[in-house]
């Protein structure tokens, strides 16, 4: 069973950065997406950032990137954590971030991305907040 646990959200200030982590066990797949998305009050969740699991390609939401970079690292065969660094962060940046894993059967993983993350696995969510 695939467990997803996400860690690093905080308090910060506009302009600052938090890296966000998020550990991805028990999978059985050796192709898979792994991505970032958030869900701010009264708005719909949004793709952040994908990664592309053995094709090397990530992918960003316009609002992010040259800001966002999404990186993962594999601790052994069946764990994987997986980073989001955010940079020069803004008010709008404000959301519940959440880790989610994907085996794209359906969607390559950018696609994925753009759809909101569907047919995936979740984190529970760590608050992201962003004061001017």
């Known amino acids: 069973q695939v467990q997803v646990v996400e860690s690093g959200g905080d308090s910060v200030q506009a302009g600052g950065a938090l890296r966000l982590s998020c550990v991805v066990s028990g999978y059985t797949s050796r192709n898979y997406c792994l991505g970032w998305f958030r869900q701010a009050p009264g708005k719909e969740r949004e793709g952040v950032a994908s990664?592309?699991?053995?094709?090397?390609?990530?992918?960003?939401?316009d609002s992010v990137k040259d800001r966002f970079t999404i990186s993962d690292i594999s601790q052994d065969n069946a764990k994987k954590t997986v980073y989001l660094q955010m940079n020069s962060l803004k008010p709008e940046d404000t959301a519940v971030y959440y880790c989610?894993?994907?085996?794209?059967?359906?969607?390559?993983?950018?696609?994925?991305?753009?759809?909101?993350?569907?047919?995936?696995?979740w984190g529970q969510g760590t608050q992201v907040t962003v004061s001017s």
């Open positions: 989610a894993y994907y085996v794209p059967v359906r969607w390559a993983c950018g696609a994925w991305l753009t759809r909101a993350g569907p047919g995936s696995n």
């Open positions: 990664i592309g699991t053995g094709l090397g390609n990530s992918h960003y939401t």
